[in-house]
């Protein structure tokens, strides 16, 4: 059996989004599809170090969108561990001033009850 998969959603997003994937790998291929939460940290380079502790020594692994930011980091952090990489629908930026002042709107939107209305506004075609 080939080293496990590991997939990472984007934002607002959880393992449902990769279902169609997941039954294709265990069923056809056998691969163990671990998708690991993606929460617990304030910062990306914390959640990786997180992560990569409780990770197989080796997997293979595909980020979308912010899950593609987290691959990154984890490729930065560990390449040893990673023997393919998948990103998809990611960009290798930082967020600029304006999208982190954006962020961190939302986040105290949320916490005040508006999930939502954060969901529909960034789930809008931009």
């Given amino acids: 059996m080939a080293e496990p998969l590991v997939m990472l959603p984007g934002m607002m997003c959880d393992?449902?989004?990769?279902?169609?994937?997941?039954?294709?790998?265990?069923?056809?291929?056998?691969y163990e599809v671990i998708i690991p939460p993606?929460?617990?940290?304030?910062r990306i380079a914390d959640l990786v170090q997180e992560l990569l502790l409780?990770?197989?020594?080796?997997?293979?692994?595909?980020?979308?969108?912010?899950?593609?930011i987290i691959a990154?980091?984890?490729m930065r952090q560990a390449p040893d561990q990673i023997t393919r990489l998948a990103l998809m629908d990611t960009n290798p930026f930082a967020e600029t001033d304006e999208r982190?002042?954006?962020?961190?709107?939302?986040i105290a939107k949320v916490r005040a009850g508006g999930l939502k209305s954060v969901i529909r506004d960034e789930m809008k075609s931009h």
């Fill in 15 to 30: 393992a449902r989004l990769f279902q169609p994937q997941i039954d294709v790998f265990e069923s056809c291929y056998r």
């Fill in 38 to 42: 993606l929460y617990g940290a304030d």
């Fill in 54 to 68: 409780v990770l197989p020594q080796r997997f293979a692994l595909a980020g979308l969108s912010m899950g593609g």
């Fill in 72 to 74: 990154m980091e984890m």
């Fill in 100 to 106: 982190q002042t954006l962020r961190e709107a939302q």
